[in-house]
Structure formats: C-alpha cells, structure tokens
C-alpha cells in the first residue's frame, strides 16, 4: 500500500473497518482491545480480542471502547486507531508517506459525538502522522458509500442500523437536513434475545451466542411460515446451573426483537414527520436506502416498506458503507465542506 495514500475509517462500534481509495477495504476487524486489568497493557485488538469476550481469565479484560455510539473511552480508543493503521501499514503506525508526504485521514464518527470525542479522535489521527484529519457524520458517509447522489438538490433517506446506534438521517446537497440518532441497534437487540431466553426458558446464554441465533434464524418479521428456522442454542440452567440446551425458532425471535425494532420504526417515521415536504416527495420517488449490519436482520425493509409506505432497499455494500463513504468523501472537500470537521481548525479553536 502506497503509504501516503489517503486513508478512510468506520469508527463503529462493533466493527472498525479502513478503506483506501486504491486498495478499497483493507481492514474490517471487531472494535474490540484486550489489556491486562492493572497495568492497562494492551494484549490484543480486533479479531483476536473479540475472541477473548467472556473468555478471560482474572487479569485480562476484553472491551470496546465505543460503546452505544459514543466513545466511552478516549484514551482506548486513540490506541486502537494507531494499532489498527499499524496493522495494515505493517510499520510503526506513522503514516509516513514518500517524500514527507503526508495522508489525510477521514473518519466516520456517530453523528451524537461530544466535542472531547471529535477532539480525541483527532488527536489520535494526527498522532498517527496523518497530514490532516476529518470527521463526517455516520449517516452521510453512509449516504455516500451506498452510491446516493447527495450532492443534488434532492432528498435521500438513509437509515443505518449499526451495533451501538441507528441513525436516521435525510441529506440534501450535500448536507444533512433533518435526522435523529437513537442508542438502539445491533447490540440491544442481542441483549433482548437474552432477556428472552431468561425470561422464557430460564436460561442464560452469553453476548455472542445471541448475536449466533439473530443473524441465524433472526428476522424483524415472517412474511409466510417457510420462512421460519430454528436453532440449538447452549446455555446455563438458571435452576439448577447446570448446561441445558433449546430450541429457539424465527418466531421467538421475531417477538424477543419486536420491542427496539419498533423503536427503530418509530424513530424513522418520526423524521419522516419532520422532514421538508418537497424532500418527502423525493424520498417517496428514489425510496429508503438502509445500510449497517443491524439492516441485515432479515425482512426489516419489509417491515420498513410495510411501516411506512416508501420503497425500502439495503444497500449493497451495507457493511461497508460507512468505511467507503469516508473514502470517497476525501475526494469530495469542496462540497462537503461544511459537513465536515477538520483537524486544521478544530484543534485550534
Ligand atoms: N446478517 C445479519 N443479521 C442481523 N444482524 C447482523 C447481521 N450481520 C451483522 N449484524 C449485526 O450488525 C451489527 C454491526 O453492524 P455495523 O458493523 O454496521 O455496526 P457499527 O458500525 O460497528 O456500529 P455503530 O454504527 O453503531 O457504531 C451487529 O450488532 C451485528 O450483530
Ligand atoms: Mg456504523
């Protein structure tokens, strides 16, 4: 890789993910640091770490630093950008370039982030030798990396369900007009399949088992019965604490997840409601576009074209969307300009 080349990143929360424009993704690893409990050393990041979840022994912890899409640890979260660029740079983590030539960097962050955050993150971009930094918001890298037009005069909607957060955002020229982020995605829904499973079966199963049995049988609603699957699902017997093992089919699922999918509706309708109408018009003509992994959940477009009446599609990229929308949008300064956050002038105010 050119190491000079100008770099994109999703800063998710479940997954961390570095695109380049020549190479296109080259990192898509689980927003996951491992470290000793004491001395804060850090052991493993990514894959590797993930791996640890729930698996540690007494001196290790095993935690995402961005959590419900905010950053819930700045100093972790500096870390793991600088070990991620490491890992694919294969060198000392500078982003050295040829000839002292700098990359810039452009880095999603959620659209909720606090002023600390986008500092942190920019903090840590520069540390890692880039040139300059830049933040845009989830919802418009998304808009971007999904192939939407968002520089015309014309309303796009996009909703990106993530682990951490959904974002509903309706962008215009280049700028999101109206939109609303809510701390519901992913991650809640595994923990409603948990609840579920306790509150059903009396046994408890653990974070990746749930998240096993939603993308494997999951579903934001069943169309027809052929559409249901069941699963074998190992967890402990609240009773008497011993290993047991169900079955749980697409049903259960579909109703352990009814609560935050409609809250996810809600939210969508809600922006709808607020949403100029003349973009109304135009999102009613080019329909929803939905990106991150929670849009994967089977028939939730369904559900969304049912809920509301609009055309609904998942993009195709839908996981990767974010990370190549920061890509492209280095290439697109001049009319994203406002949209965004930069380094040059953020850190000096
Ligand atoms: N096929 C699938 N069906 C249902 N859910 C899925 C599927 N594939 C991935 N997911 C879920 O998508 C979520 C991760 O999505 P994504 O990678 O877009 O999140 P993120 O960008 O890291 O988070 P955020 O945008 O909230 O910071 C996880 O909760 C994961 O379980
Ligand atoms: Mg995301």
């Known amino acids: 890789m050119r190491l000079s080349e100008d770099i994109g990143i999703d800063l998710g929360t479940a997954t961390f993910l570095i695109y380049t424009k020549s190479r296109g993704l080259v990192l898509q690893e689980p927003s996951v640091i491992a470290m000793t409990r004491d001395s804060k050393q850090v052991r493993a990041v990514g894959e590797e770490a993930y791996r640890m979840i729930g698996r540690t022994p007494g001196g290790i912890v095993a935690v995402r630093p961005i959590k419900d899409g ?5 100093g972790l979260t500096e870390k793991m950008i600088t070990m991620f660029l490491q890992k694919v740079q294969g060198n000392t983590g500078r982003l050295l370039g040829f000839g002292g030539f700098k990359p810039q960097l452009m880095v ?14 920019l903090r840590a971009a520069l540390n890692a030798n880039a040139k300059r930094a830049f933040l845009i918001e989830e ?16 309303g796009s909607m996009v909703v990106d369900i993530g682990g951490g957060s959904s974002d509903v955002a309706v962008i215009s020229l280049g700028g999101i007009v ?11 829904f595994d923990e409603s399949i948990i609840r579920y499973v306790r509150r059903k079966e009396n046994v408890l199963i653990g974070e990746r088992t749930a998240e096993e049995i939603k993308v494997k049988v999951g579903a934001a609603m069943l169309v027809d019965d052929s559409e249901n699957l069941v699963a074998e699902v190992r967890g402990r017997d609240l009773i008497n604490g011993l290993p047991r093992t169900i079955s749980l089919d697409s049903r259960d ?17 809600r922006v709808l409601e607020i949403t100029p109408p003349e973009l109304v018009s135009d999102i009613i003509d080019r329909g929803i576009v939905m990106t991150g992994g929670g849009s994967l959940l089977r028939n939730f477009d369904e559900l969304l074209r049912q809920t509301t009446g609009i055309p ?8 990767e969307a974010v990370a190549v929308g920061t890509g492209m949008a280095l290439d697109m300064l001049s009319v994203l300009g406002d949209s965004l956050v930069s380094s ?6």
Do not use: F, Q, W
């Open 139 to 154: 919802p418009l890298a998304a808009a971007i990396g999904a192939g939407l037009k968002i520089t015309e005069p014309l």
């Open 344 to 349: 040059d002038y953020y850190l000096r105010r």
């Open 70 to 74: 905010v950053i819930a640890d700045e």
């Open 178 to 188: 109206v939109s609303e982020s809510m701390r519901v995605a992913g991650n809640e």
């Open 253 to 269: 699922v579909v109703e352990a997840l009814a609560e935050p999918v409609t809250r996810i509706v809600e939210g969508v309708k």
């Open 312 to 319: 609904v599609s998942v993009a195709e990229n839908a996981v």
């Open 108 to 121: 999603g962050v959620p659209s909720n982030v606090s002023d600390v955050e986008r500092r942190a993150v």
